[in-house]
């Protein structure tokens, strides 16, 4: 159980291009889901939270208009990187919890690889 | 905050050894710690969790140890195989409602056969 899945999995487009990333819980319902970034060798760094039904929270330093965050349902958030540009390449990766098991971890998807040229 | 690094710490073991991986957290109100294991290209997967009321907790070939003194964690493999050569994160839930994940710095495990 609490399998979470992200499509696309490679994304490669050109710069100025708008991006919009899946996260699906599959399994479970999720009213709070989580956005991370990842460059290479790098650790996972927390971008926002996704809350189902009202806006997202965002960490210091993420820009809101520059990475739009959707909650519509219980099983699906979606991030969409506005007008990519080459430094917005990196790893995204969502996840979830099983909000309704009592002490479940956050579990991930397989990430996104955003490549923009 | 966050930890950020530019060169992933690297633990080289032999096939067959125990390895031990160690992560120094920072916010004492951290109440809950898990240990992620991240291969190429993949995103976390979830190894073991440990709450703050506990200090040692052991599951199918691994155990995590937890020093709140010291805010120190650490993941222990006992055998380890080929397959575990991976990167792993320890993260922290500061606590609140929020059930944020902070992740630390990593470290890249490399099993010798």
């Known amino acids: 159980g609490a399998v979470v899945s992200q499509h696309p999995s490679w994304v490669i487009c050109k710069s100025g291009t708008s991006v919009k990333i899946e996260c699906r819980s599959l399994?479970?319902?999720?009213?709070?889901m989580f956005w991370y970034r990842q460059f290479p060798k790098q650790s996972l760094m927390l971008m926002a939270t996704s809350n189902e039904g009202s806006k997202a929270t965002y960490e210091q330093g993420v820009e809101k208009d520059k990475f739009l965050i959707n909650h519509a349902s219980l099983t699906l958030s979606t991030l969409t990187v506005t007008s990519a540009h080459p430094e917005d390449s990196s790893f995204y990766i969502c996840s979830a919890r099983d909000e309704g098991q009592n002490n479940q971890p956050q579990h991930f998807g397989d990430g996104t690889r955003l490549s923009i040229l | 905050g966050e930890s950020v690094g530019l060169h992933l710490p690297t633990l080289s073991v032999q096939e067959g050894d125990n390895s031990i991986i160690n992560c120094a957290y920072s916010n004492s109100a951290s109440d809950y710690f898990i240990w992620y294991k991240q291969e190429s290209g993949k995103g976390p997967q979830f190894i073991i969790d440990i709450r703050s009321n506990m200090d040692k907790r052991q599951g199918q070939r691994v155990t995590v140890l937890l020093n709140k003194t010291v805010k120190h964690l650490s993941l222990q493999i006992a055998a380890t195989q080929p397959g575990d050569s991976a990167v792993y994160f320890c993260a922290e839930n500061q606590g609140g409602a929020t059930n944020k994940l902070i992740f630390g710095t990593g470290t890249l495990l490399a099993v010798q056969p």
């Open positions: 399994d479970f319902q999720a009213t709070t």
